[in-house]
C-alpha cells in the first residue's frame, strides 16, 4: 500500500504560480506512475499530468500543457507540480495518485489517492 499527502495548494491571483508536493511512502517501487488529477466545484475529477517513476517520462492535459511541469524525486519519494500562470479555471482540488499501469490518463487505473489539496485562483 502507498500513502500520498499532498500540500503546497492555498489562494493565488490568475497569473501567478504555485508548487504543490507529494510525499509517498510504502511501496512506492512497485507504481509505474505517479499521477495529478483535479476536481474543479460541480465537475469531476480529470487528469492533469503524470510522470513515470523509472524514466520519467511525462504527459499533461492539453488545458495544462505548456504551463505546469510535473517532476519526481526518487530519493525523497516525492512528485511536484509546478504551476505557471494559472487561470482561473485552474481552480479545484488537486489529488496526487499512485499507479497509472494501462494508462496514466486515466483515474481507474490508479489506486492509491492523497487527500487532496485545494487551489483557488482569483480572476
Known amino acids: 500500500q502507498v500513502q500520498l499527502v499532498e500540500s503546497g495548494g492555498g489562494l493565488v491571483q490568475a497569473g501567478g504560480n504555485l508548487r504543490l508536493s507529494c510525499a509517498a511512502s510504502?511501496?512506492?517501487?512497485?507504481?509505474?506512475?505517479m499521477g495529478w488529477f483535479r476536481q474543479p466545484p460541480g465537475k469531476e475529477r480529470e487528469f492533469v499530468a503524470a510522470?513515470?517513476?523509472?524514466?520519467?517520462?511525462?504527459h499533461y492535459a492539453d488545458p495544462v500543457a505548456g504551463r505546469f511541469t510535473v517532476a519526481r524525486d526518487n530519493a525523497k519519494n516525492t512528485v511536484y507540480l509546478q504551476m505557471n500562470s494559472l487561470k482561473a479555471e485552474d481552480t479545484a482540488v488537486y489529488y496526487c495518485?499512485?499507479?497509472?499501469?494501462?494508462?496514466?490518463?486515466?483515474?481507474?487505473?490508479?489506486?492509491?489517492w492523497g487527500q487532496g489539496t485545494q487551489v483557488t485562483v482569483s480572476s
Open positions: 495518485a499512485a499507479g497509472g499501469a494501462g494508462g496514466t490518463y486515466n483515474l481507474r487505473n490508479y489506486d492509491s
Open positions: 510522470i513515470t517513476w523509472r524514466s520519467g517520462i511525462t
Open positions: 510504502g511501496r512506492t517501487f512497485i507504481r509505474f506512475a
